[in-house]
């Protein structure tokens, strides 16, 4: 067992969580923070199939389950928490490291976990952990964001907990494996709501946007990679093929986008499009085939390198200039060039465009949709590629690096924030050349040809129609300071009216009970008091205190039968003999 624990990459991650403030006070907190990364890097290749397989209080918990499907989400897994790790190595706070550290943790064990009982508690670890990188942001806004994501993901980790308590009901089998369409009932659907919570479908999406641009800089990078891929592989690994998760994701790619186009936000616009790009991902799984999963685990893979890309670009925009909106900036590629090159490479990739990783993992889903004849989910797909390369291909590098000069001056972004940058762009470039090196990992063999002169020849055509439409249009795009709202309107207001009841009926009905104690309760309890002090006196001491007075009495009755003469007791004896005689006689 101690083995197993060791091995699991989850544990050297709470192990460097724990053993960060002494990392810290002894100096080498930079070496620890990239340390943990590269042994969970290293320790994923040597994992057995199954590992960590433990009965308690009648579960079956298991650990580690790893396959092909698992592999490559804990690959990118581990090569995110490296990057991340290296962008935060400039951060002095030890409880962001922390917090990271332990969110990492959590997606690692969900991702290894075998039985619903374990993942249920990474999958909580993940929530509580990650509400701490808004939170340390320290700002009004982060505070209410953190406030509302923990609630959201409280209710979402409840209504799994349902889920899983009715699956143990129905078949005393916790085992984390695939659901049939066709047999699924309430326990399967409720599962499923709570995967989606954490993959933000629409109609429960609005944590996201809420919370990940309110996050601090470095929170944001982790955020972006981990909760809604982890819900990706989870709802990949159980309900593969269910046609609502196909149509959920097709919705929420265009959702996303739509939003994306008209926010001001750069962080905001971004967030917006990790919904977008993660709905191509759940399309995926609800088209099923071989084709599908390869797609969503491929795209899965790269959106998390080329998404933390662009979150690290705007991060490093915001902490060196300390704006995000698009309004607030513009002509900063004169200050920090670096970053507008890693910045512009996330854009491109995220788009699609060819030799990067977007243009041979998105398309693998959109070839599956038209294998499968789903022409509508094809269409729409394909839509919302348009969007994606209007939005971040285009708007956001053109208003922040380009456009009109804000006037904003500002020093490049620190080394390590470059380096990490560097090493995510390297490999959106990398795998769009050598898409072999992606494709020999994932779950079914591939048989997919990315570059072929109709797929580049559709491709060129759509950005080449795009790029004119923004050409003509860029005035009308131009972003504006505005709040757009969005079903999180909802649960703002719904929250609002939760205080209003809380300080109104709540506030009055307890100040009532307080009264009612007050009044009668402590009246009753001061009355009972008074009767158990009474009968602990009168009765329990009178039989006590009365018991004892008859002993001592007794015993004064048979003192004075002692008179110290002996023809007193020689008497006595004779009585005494009589009656036993008399006694024997009688029977």
């Known amino acids: 067992m101690t083995a197993s624990i060791f091995i699991h990459p989850a544990s050297w991650f709470i192990l460097g969580a724990v053993l960060m403030p002494f990392a810290r006070r002894l100096g080498v907190q930079k070496v620890w923070l990239v340390l943990i990364p590269l042994i969970a890097l290293g320790l994923i290749h040597f994992l057995p199939e199954s590992f960590g397989n433990v009965s308690y209080l009648g579960f079956d918990l298991q650990f580690g389950r790893v396959d092909k499907l698992t592999f490559v989400f804990l690959h990118v897994f581990a090569l995110m928490a490296l990057m991340g790790s290296i962008f935060a190595l400039q951060v002095k706070e030890s409880g962001q490291h922390i917090a990271a550290y332990l969110y990492v943790a959590g997606s690692f064990g969900v991702t290894l976990a075998g039985d619903y009982l374990t993942l249920f508690i990474f999958w909580e670890l993940m929530a509580f952990a990650s509400t701490f990188l808004i939170w340390y942001r320290k700002k009004q806004r982060s505070i209410e964001a953190g406030y509302r994501y923990l609630l959201v993901h409280t209710f979402g980790g409840l209504v799994l907990l349902a889920g899983i308590f009715l699956l143990y009901h129905s078949g005393h089998d916790l085992s984390f494996g695939m659901f049939t369409q066709e047999g699924a009932g309430w326990p399967e659907y409720l599962v499923m709501i709570g995967f989606i919570l954490n993959a933000a479908v629409p109609p429960i999406h609005a944590w996201l946007p809420d919370a990940y641009p309110e996050a601090t800089v470095t929170g944001a990078v982790f955020m972006c990679a981990f909760t809604t891929k982890t819900a990706v592989y989870v709802l990949a690994r159980a309900f593969p093929g269910f046609e609502v998760l196909a149509i959920l994701g097709a919705v929420m790619a265009l959702y996303g986008v739509a939003y994306a186009v008209i926010e001001n936000d750069a962080r905001r616009i971004l967030a917006y499009h990790v919904v977008s790009q993660v709905g191509y991902m759940v399309c995926g799984v609800g088209i099923g085939t071989a084709m599908a999963i390869n797609g969503t685990a491929a795209h899965a893979y790269a959106h998390i390198v080329y998404k933390a890309l662009l979150f690290m670009g705007a991060g490093a925009v915001l902490e060196m200039t300390g704006r995000s909106k698009l309004s607030e900036l513009g002509g900063l590629y004169k200050y920090m060039p670096w970053t507008m090159v890693f910045t512009v490479i996330g854009g491109i990739a995220i788009s699609g465009f060819p030799l990067t990783s977007g243009f041979i993992s ?57 380096l990490a940058m560097a090493m995510a762009a390297f490999i959106c470039i990398f795998l769009g050349v050598f898409p072999g090196a992606l494709y020999s990992m994932l779950p079914y063999p591939v048989e997919y040809a990315p570059y072929t002169a109709y797929h580049l020849s559709e491709t060129f055509q759509i950005f080449g129609f795009t790029g004119l439409g923004f050409y003509l249009m860029v005035k009308y795009l131009k972003p504006h300071d505005v709040s757009n709202l969005d079903l999180d309107w909802f649960y703002r207001k719904g929250s609002l009216r939760f205080l209003r009841f809380a300080a109104g009926p709540v506030v009055a ?79």
């Open 362 to 418: 998105k398309s693998m889903i959109v070839a599956a949709a038209g294998d499968n004849h789903q022409i509508i989910l094809l269409v729409m797909l394909t839509l919302a590629g348009v969007g994606t390369f209007l939005s971040v291909g285009i708007k956001l590098p053109y208003f922040i690096w380009f456009g009109r000069d804000s006037g904003v001056q500002a020093k490049e972004a620190p080394w390590n924030m470059q």
């Open 509 to 587: 009905v307890n100040e009532w009970v307080s009264n009612v104690y007050r009044t009668i309760g402590t009246r009753f309890t001061m009355a009972a008091a008074r009767a158990f002090s009474w009968f602990d006196r009168e009765g329990i001491d009178w039989t006590i205190d009365g018991g004892a007075r008859s002993l001592v009495d007794g015993g004064d009755r048979l003192r004075r039968l002692q008179t110290g003469r002996i023809q007193h007791y020689i008497g006595g004896a004779v009585v005494a003999l009589l009656a036993v005689v008399l006694v024997v006689f009688l029977i």
